[in-house]
């Protein structure tokens, strides 16, 4: 969610924080800050507009300096207003403060932290968790920055990413981390720490990934790093290339429409020229992990949750492997019955989302060690926390609403499937070569589904003025059926819901009204006659129907019936098809409502907070 950047050098390093913020905007926030020593005392400034007016703030106010933090904050604790935004400071005497601080997480015992505080006269100037933590600092600072932050965090319950600067030690920055992503930079007589290697690409390709735990040192010539008992420690270095390019808007209206017409290249990348299945596109490991499961529990949240509800009926389907699909907010607090022989699949975009993280760490605990990760991040705390991984190559995704990450998760998830059903006996040559062709014929096929955005765009100014919408799916066309209908909701605010097609007369039929577009994904599949009689019964309730229809399932136009015509039926990879026209339809309709497409409110890209 939050994204933290942070410097030392012998160079101006204010612009720096805020090309690295500007970097971080796709995470998604409310306010922004900045801190830089300046004549010997911290200056700060901060706003709840975007990160170019805070640029424009700071160019004002004549910032540089040769230390500082800056931060995008999505606000949990307290209201998204200037007090609240960080950097947060500390130890306020005669207006000069002494401690400065940017976080990411929550503090999940801050009500008592803050109550100590209080007690010892502390006054808060903020409703945030934060705010707790740069106290505590001031009030463990005796003469050394470390030994403060290292008191500090033995006190915190919760998840945290912190970078700390002091106003006695002028170039230092103190970080930490345990729960939230933090990365260092290495540079030439100058050191970096950000929330994301991205933040600090073109200023440092040299990434150290802090572990949980983890306390970092950084001076202008040198890092020192310590674990959780205080005991110095090292952490590799790694060549760490973030393409800048990925994250320039080019020609297109916004990052949204342009990820989802970068599709069939990521799907291309994901595939990576695909020849042959074979378990070790998963690691070196594979095979004999896939050998011996018996049953397979996928974990997720959001979007990657329908990718994961997508996968069950493949995999059951082609692999004959039983699998359950957990939201994993919900995994972790509940009784569950733990097999060894389980292989636990985690699916995030970032492989950083905390919620997926905890329930990896709590399916490992109960006995799991079989685990696999779909990621599209190759560096990130999901990928190193698993025996297994599959990288999807996506790409950076600006967008908060994902569409690329999630037709690649898909294309990943299928690649599973099928290795899955290799290693058990149940895929004959035949079968593979029939699977792998249509696999690498995909990109194209994407490629003749987003020609059709005309006719979406058509569509989309009739469901502009309504405030509600159905979305009706069957089999495994039903997840596909509620990723419509979330991204509808997420970026155009009209409230939707999906439902199995067979479902609507036992309930949501009552809701329907020549008021509320009722969307239909219609493969030429097994279910189409059972279909069909759902969409009769909206017909007869003076339900619109809006159907995206395979082109050869004889559905035609009329009145009340609105189709657009797919360019061909795909078999089990229908469902990576029929998302992309549910994609365009809520974008060009969140466009037609103005809203901003990119950045929907109240959202964040990165969910790293429980």
Not at 67 to 84: D, K
Not at 98 to 108: D, P, R, S
Not at 211 to 216: F, L, R, V
Request: with cysteine; glycine share 8%; charged share 20%.
């Amino acid at each position: 969610m939050c994204g933290i950047v942070g410097a030392v050098s012998k160079r101006n390093i204010v612009p720096i924080l805020l090309e690295g913020l500007q970097r971080l905007e796709y995470r998604g926030y409310d306010s922004c800050g900045v801190a830089v020593f300046k004549n010997g005392e911290l200056q700060r400034a901060r706003s709840t507009s975007r990160v170019a007016q805070l640029a424009q703030q700071v160019s004002a106010e004549a910032f540089d300096g040769l230390t500082g933090i800056a931060h995008t904050r999505w606000a949990t604790h307290g209201a998204p207003v200037t007090h609240n935004a960080h950097p947060h400071f500390s130890g306020v005497n005669g207006g000069q403060p002494k401690i400065a601080l940017v976080h990411n997480g929550i503090i999940e015992n801050h009500d008592e932290l803050r109550a100590m505080l209080q007690a010892a006269g502390y006054v808060f100037d903020s409703q945030t968790d934060t705010e707790v933590i740069a106290h505590l600092v001031h009030h463990h600072y005796e003469s050394d920055l470390l030994e403060a932050v290292q008191a500090t965090v033995k006190m915190l319950e919760g998840a945290y990413a912190i970078a700390v600067m002091c106003r006695d030690e002028p170039h230092r920055l103190i970080t930490a981390r345990d729960g939230s992503p933090l990365v260092l930079g290495l540079g030439h007589s100058e050191n970096f720490l950000a929330s994301d290697a991205l933040a600090l690409a073109g200023t440092t390709d040299q990434i150290i990934y802090l572990e949980d735990g983890d306390i970092a040192d950084l001076q202008v010539d040198r890092i020192w790093i310590y674990d959780q008992a205080g005991n110095p420690i090292e952490r590799p270095a790694q060549t760490v290339h973030a393409h800048t390019a990925a994250v320039e808007l080019g020609p297109y209206r916004h990052f949204m429409q342009k990820e989802i017409f970068e599709q069939p290249r990521a799907v291309a990348d994901t595939l990576d020229d695909l020849q042959a299945i074979s378990p070790e596109l998963f690691g070196d490991r594979a095979y004999g992990i896939f050998k011996s499961t018996r049953r397979v529990l996928i974990l997720a949240c959001g979007t990657s949750y329908y990718a994961g509800m997508t996968a069950k009926y493949w995999m059951e389907s082609i692999a004959k492997m039983p699998v359950e699909v957990e939201i994993a907010s919900e995994y972790r607090y509940r009784d569950s019955v733990p097999d060894k022989d389980t292989l636990v699949v985690t699916i995030s975009q970032s492989g950083e989302t905390a919620d997926t993280l905890a329930a990896l760490k709590h399916a490992q605990s109960l006995g799991m060690p079989n685990t696999l990760t779909i990621c599209n991040v190759s560096t990130s705390a999901m990928v190193r926390a698993c025996a297994l991984s599959y990288i999807t190559h996506a790409g950076v995704e600006v967008g908060v609403a994902s569409t690329k990450a999630f037709t690649t998760q898909l294309t990943a998830l299928f690649l599973l499937t099928l290795a899955m059903a290799q290693v058990h006996g149940r895929l004959t040559e035949q079968a593979e070569a029939e699977h792998v062709r249509a696999l690498r014929h995909l990109p194209v096929a994407i490629g003749s589904v987003l020609a059709l955005e005309p006719q979406i765009m058509a569509w989309s100014e009739r469901f502009a003025g309504c405030e509600n919408a159905l979305f009706l799916g069957r089999g495994m066309h039903y997840p596909i059926a509620l990723e419509g209908a979330l991204k509808l909701k997420e970026i155009s605010y009209i409230h939707a819901e999906a439902y199995p097609a067979g479902e609507l007369k036992h309930g949501p039929l009552a809701l329907v009204t020549d008021q509320m577009p009722v969307v239909t994904i219609a493969p030429n599949d097994a279910l189409l006659e059972k279909l069909k009689s759902n969409m009769q019964e909206v017909r007869a309730r003076g339900g619109e129907l809006y159907v995206f229809a395979d082109a050869d399932t004889k559905i035609k136009a009329a009145e009340g019936l609105h189709v657009i015509r797919m360019p061909e039926h795909y078999g089990h990879l229908s469902p990576i098809l029929h998302t992309i026209p549910l994609q365009l339809l809520a974008y060009h309709t969140a466009c037609a409502r103005g809203t901003d497409v990119d950045k929907p409110r109240n959202l964040a890209k990165s969910v790293t907070v429980e």
